[in-house]
């Protein structure tokens, strides 16, 4: 019987394995079809948003034995990658095509990736909206296009995941991982920075928390190691980002004259419009060196505050945000999950008010960084969107967000318990069905007709 029963367990850990397998399978058909679709009817035209950019970065990279230094505008890591497939002789068309190839398949490995992440956290059917959810109301939208968004979106999502344990469980070697992401992340496109800065001044924070908490606890206090942690964490993560982007700022402090230089952070975040960025700027140099202007014509957040009105200012938030809100809204169908999701977290909190309570006092500075950073966040996004306010820039949280309220679910739902004729079934189950119907749905909806139709590059 003792056999019997192991062959059973055996039986059913194939099947079971089986099964997942083919769900993913059908999963990954689905989206490769309906990426294509994108790829070859939709992003047709290799100089729209930063495409031939990217693709002359690479080439650029290729062709001088990687001593490229690059317009400071955009990061090396994704041309990097892109250069690895170019061959010399290579047409712009033909590089174009092997590229959104290149990363249409570099966003299946992604999305793998997230799938283990999900699956640490999550239950199977939980993690399996999530990823459906990902996968094709945004990756399956930008996985054809010459663009470094979808590897900066999942490595954005890793630092997020690795401030947010750090924070809940301070170590050194997550310091260390924390800082070296951050500095990958940053050379994929350079706009981790505020949250990087938030991280570790909460981190800070914390070992303040910490030490208070410690003096007023006479009856359990807290061991000096444990007080000791949170430093050692803002200056493992600060030196290991730093020591992970040296050679590539230290190039721009040669060049340029400053070691975090970028075009759009010193620049034309300070501009009211693109139009001056071209008259400005731009056109003065700004991606061979500093650029060619008199000091009281370049742009800072000292000029600007001198030349606009706190009206003005705040008009800009404003509409910003009624510009980025509006996108967002009527863009590839990502934002009624945001809801969805946003609404089942408000119910799962006033149902289990004092869990939720006990959560966010038991660590109120990593509530703090989610406020912080989802905040401050938005609020640069709204600010950006008189130069920019396409989709792919506040896409970056979409995911660290999606996470972040299904993880509040989770956690205060996981175990709560329905009574439906007279049998127990839990909450989280029916829920997640009744959003993976709606998520089935939206599948197809997606591939008949959005996914075809709709440019997915801005």
Same mark, same amino acid.
């Given at each position: ?26 999963i ?20 729209s948003?930063?495409? +031939? ?10 062709e ?18 892109? +250069? ?85 469980r ?38 303040g ?70 008259q ?24 600007y505050?001198?030349?606009h ?17 509006n ?29 939720a ?11 703090l ?10 609020l ?35 175990? +709560? ?9 839990n ?32």
């Amino acid at each position: 019987s003792q056999v019997f029963e192991m062959n059973n367990r055996k039986t059913q850990k194939f099947l079971k394995f089986a099964i997942i397998a083919g769900i993913f399978l059908i999963i990954a058909g689905l989206y490769w079809y309906g990426a294509v679709e994108q790829l070859a009817r939709v992003n047709t035209n290799m100089n729209s948003t930063d495409q +031939s950019a990217y693709m002359d970065y690479a080439r650029s990279l290729y062709e001088s034995n990687y001593s490229f230094i690059g317009g400071r505008n955009r990061m090396p890591v994704y041309p990097f990658l892109q +250069s690895l497939f170019y061959r010399p002789g290579m047409t712009d068309e033909a590089f174009f095509t092997r590229g959104k190839y290149i990363n249409l398949v570099l966003s299946l490995g992604l999305l793998a990736g997230l799938t283990f992440i999900f699956r640490q956290f999550f239950s199977w059917l939980h993690a399996l909206n999530l990823l459906l959810i990902v996968a094709f109301t945004v990756f399956i939208f930008k996985a054809g296009y010459f663009q470094t968004e979808l590897l900066f979106y999942f490595v954005n999502f890793c630092l997020f995941l690795l401030m947010w344990r750090s924070l809940q469980r301070g170590s050194w070697w997550l310091a260390i991982l924390t800082g070296i992401v951050a500095g990958l992340a940053h050379l994929t496109k350079a706009s981790i920075l505020p949250g990087l800065v938030i991280f570790l001044v909460l981190a800070g924070a914390k070992w303040g928390w910490v030490t208070l908490r410690s003096r007023h606890s006479s009856r359990d206090p807290i061991p000096t190691n444990f007080i000791l942690l949170y430093p050692l964490v803002v200056f493992l993560a600060g030196a290991f980002f730093l020591i992970t982007v040296f050679p590539y700022i230290n190039t721009s402090k040669r060049v340029f004259g400053h070691y975090f230089y970028n075009v759009n952070s010193t620049f034309y975040i300070w501009y009211d419009s693109w139009e001056e960025v071209k008259q400005g700027t731009r056109a003065h140099g700004d991606r061979v060196g500093w650029p060619d202007m008199a000091p009281e014509e370049i742009p800072s957040i000292s000029k600007y505050l001198g030349e606009h009105t706190l009206q003005q200012i705040i008009g800009r938030f404003v509409d910003g945000g009624q510009t980025v809100l509006n996108n967002v809204v009527h863009s590839y169908g990502y934002f009624k999950y945001i809801v969805i999701y946003m609404c089942l977290l408000m119910i799962a909190i006033l149902r289990s008010w004092r869990p939720a309570r006990q959560s966010v006092m038991s660590n109120p500075i990593l509530c703090l960084f989610l406020v912080f950073y989802f905040g401050g966040y938005l609020l640069l996004y709204f600010w950006y969107a008189a130069i920019n306010s396409g989709n792919r820039l506040i896409l970056a949280q979409f995911i660290p967000l999606m996470f972040t309220i299904s993880y509040g679910i989770y956690a205060l739902l996981h175990s +709560s318990q329905l009574r439906i004729k007279g049998h127990s079934v839990n909450t989280l189950v029916i829920i997640n069905l009744v959003i993976l119907l709606i998520v089935i749905t939206d599948i197809y909806t997606v591939l008949t007709a959005r996914v075809g139709t709709i440019y997915g590059g801005w």
